[in-house]
């Protein structure tokens, strides 16, 4: 079994909101990331894919593929937008990173062919990053 | 919906790595350059896993501000710009990061209950890297 990841990046913008609490408790559980006017972050993607080598091509998947799959999937959909408004995921979940890992890996599980998903991780800072694995 | 969120904080310390149960002879053969007796010192970054579901109403495993406060509390405090083996967790065992990762995960496992506590990883350089997790945990 082979593990290969792939990186790319994307910028935008979120805000922190849960309509069913109040002004004063989305202020305190969210604290400035309840700010409405929303604010953003240049993230990376990390996605991890586990397989065994085809003995003809030496791949685990076709790189291009997955870069491919990144860009449709991820890229086209999150880069320069605002998750909110923008992402449909995210018109009734929070757009915190623990659900922004849940959300790609179910836009990407369902289309990866021949690899397997493995481990999407996504980095909010350098010094912030949430895994997430699938079902556990 | 269960995951893995990773915090990263860094820490400058001093140490001298140096065996009570070693001659000096064998500790400067197994330490080398660490054993020079007025200790050196490191940038560590140390990285935080915790698990947990996610929960629906904030759609977080934890409040990072909660971690934050706690490693600061607990860590920063007491070990950011201190010579280790001054410490008490240290008076007894030699302050390699290997020991400083166990050290740093039994305590915040004490003192940390918002979400599970996974791993406890240390970037002693951008060379070296130490983990720390109970056997069963590792993903």
């Not at chain 2, 979400?115 to 720390?132: C, G, M, P, R």
């Amino acid at each position: 079994m082979i593990y290969l990841t792939r990186k790319c990046e994307f910028s935008a913008s979120h805000y922190y909101h849960n309509p069913d609490f109040t002004l004063e408790e989305n202020q305190r559980v969210f604290g400035k990331c309840a700010n409405l006017n929303g604010h953003g972050h240049n993230y990376t993607l990390e996605v991890t894919v586990k397989g065994d080598v085809d003995p003809t091509t030496g791949f685990v998947v076709d790189l291009k593929r997955l870069k491919d799959l990144l860009s449709d999937e991820v890229v086209e959909a999150m880069d320069h937008r605002h998750l909110n408004k923008e992402v449909p995921e995210f018109a009734v979940k929070i757009p915190t990173t623990e659900n922004l890992a849940i959300a790609i890996w179910e836009r990407l599980s369902s289309k990866l062919r021949v690899a397997q998903l493995h481990r999407v991780r996504v980095y909010e800072m350098q010094d912030l990053f949430v895994d997430y694995y699938g079902e556990e | 919906m269960k995951a893995h969120l990773t915090r990263r904080y860094i820490l400058s310390a001093s140490h001298r790595l140096h065996s009570e149960r070693l001659s000096d002879a064998e500790n400067r053969a197994v330490y080398g350059k660490c054993n020079n007796p007025h200790g050196h010192g490191h940038n560590y970054a140390i990285e935080v896993t915790v698990s947990g579901p996610v929960s629906t109403s904030t759609g977080m495993v934890c409040n990072l501000v909660d971690l934050d406060e706690c490693f600061r509390h607990e860590i920063m405090e007491r070990f950011d710009h201190q010579n280790l083996n001054t410490l008490p967790e240290f008076a007894n065992l030699v302050p390699t990061t290997e020991n400083l990762a166990a050290v740093v995960f039994h305590i915040l496992k004490r003192h940390f209950h918002g979400a599970h506590l996974q791993k406890v990883k240390i970037d002693e350089t951008q060379n070296n890297s130490f983990e720390y997790f109970e056997e069963t945990q590792r993903p």
